[in-house]
């Protein structure tokens, strides 16, 4: 027999006070919510979960309005309180997954949608939910495969239209456009489907059509970021040197919206503007005083550009506990080769982020740069032990390198030099490369995998203590890859880091002639040679002669950039290889 709450008037609002059923007080719940009101919903819903703690349908109402009231934590306890108390109730277990999505929590969603798989592949809000968790795992392979799931079940289901559509310009679909044209058939005032539309109709090589989309949409929504950068980047590709107006625009027609400044200032720091980044930095500084974020962000592009007293002065206005801050100031004490206090700038910011790759990078030029005992031998322990930076051939079939080249050179014809990278000069290909569908890049991935393990091989024992020796033993995978194509005039990599990896690489497969003269070294790799706006005359801890169907691999803690070269074609692949974590079942 089920537990009664105690008795009074049933059908007052309020918490229950009536000798409710469970059932009772579930309606009542659904009812208040239906009327809009959330605060009586919830009172109910508490009320009863305490009366009957093992009623699942109760504990999934009470999860659904602590989602609706903005709290996921609380809503992940209701809903996996229900599944608990109803193993076979699908519809718990998805609400469970969507609330731990909102957590970003994703591999624990898949988790919660394991169990109902194969019944699953005949639900479609089953199958789209657990389409998105893939895609935000990096796995959109997996994601094209359940968003097809949903689509072949319901096919009008909006959301999975607009992943689905994603997911078919991530990997470089033929159809990416058609299927955007589907979603917006279904849901024509969503921007960030017309943003899709349109990066899609460049990559099918409609610039004009793609732009004519991009000023729209600044035009009517200023404050999307998105779609600024995907514009200035059209600008930049076209040769057109105001390339960051649309920023200016933007600011105009939105001047209250911080964001536009703020991306504004990274869009120019990108490129190496650093003193109009400084500028636009400033003046949003004076438009929103309450944000220091804009301070931190003038004094790093001030002193980036060569004015040292005006950081100075903003770093010590700056309030001590404000993100970023002790790993930006750690970059300018390292520029006065002040180490002592760059030191314990970057020990507080490992302490809060013991891994950043940002802050173990500077350690170690702070490292190499300071005078302090034991300073040298921790800077060859962090980048230059045995073994760390090796070039390894690649272990392929005849014949390979020579196909994905031809495949590649493809893709650079309809790509451009990016916003916000290394490149100076040349193209890089969009998205993810190796989330593309052609068997050749999965053929390529398959042989890089091979040559990793022989890397591994290689490598210095574990290390709990060091950044990549740590993961010495643990399984690894690629996460971004991407190719770039230089074409001589002088194009190079400026000095750079990829602070979301622990491995870095090149992959040589066009290699010019001029590569091959040791005494000019045009378009070698150099590796721990600081960036130019550290303003330190270091040289590089290694210089490799690219070779092609070769391999190198170095630590992500090592600053690398190449030599500018002046003629013929220079083609490598890139990635950055991270701890793997196992993602579900993919299918």
Known sequence: MSAELPKSDASSDGPPKA?????????????????????????????????????????????????????????VEHFAAAVSHALGMRDYAINHAIALQR??????????????????????????????????????????????????????????????????????????????????????????????????????????????????????????????????????????????????????????????????????????????????????????????????LEAIHSCSAGEWDRAERIFAELPAGLPGRAVHEARHRIRARDTERAETLLGTALEQSPWDVTAWALRGISWRISDTPNAQERARWLQEQSGLTQLCELDARDGLLDDVTGELRALHEKSAMPLGQSLRGGTQTRAVLFDRTEPLLAELHEAIGSTLERYRDGLPKDDPSHPLLRHRNTPWRLAGSWSVRLQGKGDYHTAHIHPLGILSSALYLVVPPESEDAEERSGWLEIGRPPPDLMLDLPPLETIRPLRGHLALFPSTAYHGTTPFHSAERMTVAFDVVASESAGESA
């Open 19 to 75: 000798g409710l059923s469970a059932s009772e007080a579930l309606v009542r719940t659904r009812m208040a919510m239906q009327r809009g009101d959330l605060v009586g919903a919830r009172d109910i819903a508490e009320c009863a979960r305490r009366a009957f703690p093992n009623d699942p349908a109760l504990a999934d109402a009470a999860g659904d309005l602590a989602l609706k009231d903005g709290d996921a934590m609380r809503a």
């Open 103 to 296: 957590l970003d929590r994703h591999r624990e969603a898949i988790a919660a949608l394991d169990p109902h798989a194969r019944e699953g592949r005949s639900d479609a809000r089953y199958a789209s939910v657990r389409a998105m968790s893939h895609r935000a795992l990096a796995d959109p392979a997996a994601a094209a495969k359940w968003y097809d799931v949903a689509l072949a079940s319901e096919p009008a289901r909006a959301r999975a239209q607009h992943g689905r559509a994603r997911v078919a310009l991530e990997r470089g679909e033929d159809d990416a456009v058609q299927r955007f044209d589907a979603a917006l058939r279904a849901n024509p005032g969503d921007a960030d489907l017309w943003l899709g539309k349109a990066q899609a109709l460049e990559v099918a090589g409609d610039v004009a059509g793609a732009k004519a989309i991009a000023e729209q949409l600044c035009e009517k929504a200023p404050g999307f970021v998105a779609a600024l950068n995907f514009l200035c980047g059209l600008r930049l590709a076209a040769g057109e040197s105001d390339f960051a107006t649309p920023f200016v625009v933007a600011t105009k027609l939105a001047p209250r919206d911080p964001n536009i400044p703020a991306a504004h200032c990274k869009t120019l720091a990108g490129l190496d503007h650093f003193a109009e980044a400084a500028r636009v930095a400033a003046e949003a500084r004076r438009r929103f005083p309450d944000e220091p974020h804009f301070a931190m």
